[in-house]
């Protein structure tokens, strides 16, 4: 069964940091680009993060530049996002979800909840 | 790039059509996708490539459209389209969605 997994969400002080984990099976995990979306509680989807499948090419939403590092470990079928710096905007659902056709996502994990506040 | 959905709400019956339109600030040729989310789920895509339909979608739903302008059409609704769609364009980075677009069913 084509899956991801999302994990390490919870509740973190402003100004903390938080790594999220996401892991990938069912399919060649390595040959595509992944991607980390957020939704904050009650609005709409918020595209946070991207990673080619070789890891060359690496782009973030200007909201978290600077504070968020995307990351893969082909080895073992999984993707990583730290967080750093955590303000009380980015509390949100994040997702991870992958590419593979024409870019569009086309898999997506069920999201783990990040709250940041004191 | 900037995508404005349009409407933002919309209701509508059993067995109607809608439609529900994307606009881009600047051409994104045909890279726009289309998911429905549920509350509480993830979205599920529906259309990529603009006019693509995702295997396994119901093929009541299509899109259409390039550059600037995209459609999504639902023909002959059923009560499980109660949703809220999102487009979302992957030409450029920083990737976009949509604000939305919530479907009710009366």
């Known amino acids: 069964e084509v899956q991801l997994v999302e994990s390490g969400g919870g509740l973190v002080p402003p100004g903390g940091s938080l790594r999220l984990s996401c892991a990938a099976s069912?399919?060649?995990?390595?040959?595509?680009?992944m991607n980390w979306v957020r939704q904050a509680p009650g609005r709409g989807l918020e595209w946070v993060s991207y990673?080619?499948?070789?890891?060359?090419?690496?782009h973030y939403a200007d909201s978290v530049k600077g504070r968020f590092t995307i990351s893969r470990d082909n080895a073992e079928n999984s993707l990583y996002l730290q967080m750093n710096s955590l303000r009380a905007e980015d509390t949100a659902v994040y997702y991870c979800?992958?590419?593979?056709?024409?870019?569009?996502?086309?898999?997506w994990g069920q999201g783990t909840l990040v709250t940041v506040s004191s | 790039i900037q995508l404005t959905q349009s409407p933002s709400f919309l209701s509508a019956s059993v067995g109607d059509r809608v439609t529900i339109t994307c606009r881009a600030n600047?051409?994104?040729?045909?890279?726009l996708a289309w998911y429905q989310q549920n509350p509480g789920k993830a979205p599920k895509l529906l259309i990529y490539?603009?006019?693509t339909l995702q295997s396994g979608v119901p093929s009541r739903f299509s899109g259409s459209g390039s550059g600037t302008e995209f459609t999504l059409a639902i023909s002959s609704l059923q009560p499980e389209d109660s949703a809220t769609y999102y487009c979302?364009?992957?030409?450029?980075?920083?990737?976009?969605f949509g604000q939305g677009t919530k479907l009710e069913i009366k």
């Open positions: 979302q364009q992957v030409n450029s980075f920083p990737y976009s």
């Open positions: 600047e051409g994104i040729t045909s890279y």
């Open positions: 069912g399919f060649t995990f390595r040959s595509y680009s």
């Open positions: 990673i080619s499948a070789s890891t060359r090419t690496i």
């Open positions: 979800a992958t590419g593979r056709f024409f870019d569009a996502f086309d898999i």
């Open positions: 490539a603009a006019s």
